[in-house]
């Protein structure tokens, strides 16, 4: 993966209240490094993107020709 590839966010809002709608998102990747990871102390590729998520997306799939390259983590 490097910057300026689109990928598409499925952010899936299945969720204990039983909804079942399901919305896409593009965004672009514009920034990609290795990050060590606070909880398993691993060092690990993270992304910076342009989409649109919420903190409920946390946990949902990123796609790119059909295969999941990322899964959305929201930050502030």
Known sequence: ???NQ???F???SIDYHGGDNISI???VV???EVTKYAHSNV????TQTDAAINSGNSGGPS???SKVMLLDKFET
């Open 1 to 3: 993966m490097t910057t």
């Open 6 to 8: 689109q990928i598409h």
């Open 10 to 12: 499925s952010n899936n």
């Open 25 to 27: 998102t593009k965004g």
């Open 30 to 32: 514009s920034r990609v």
């Open 43 to 46: 060092k690990l590729m993270t």
């Open 63 to 65: 796609f790119m020709h």
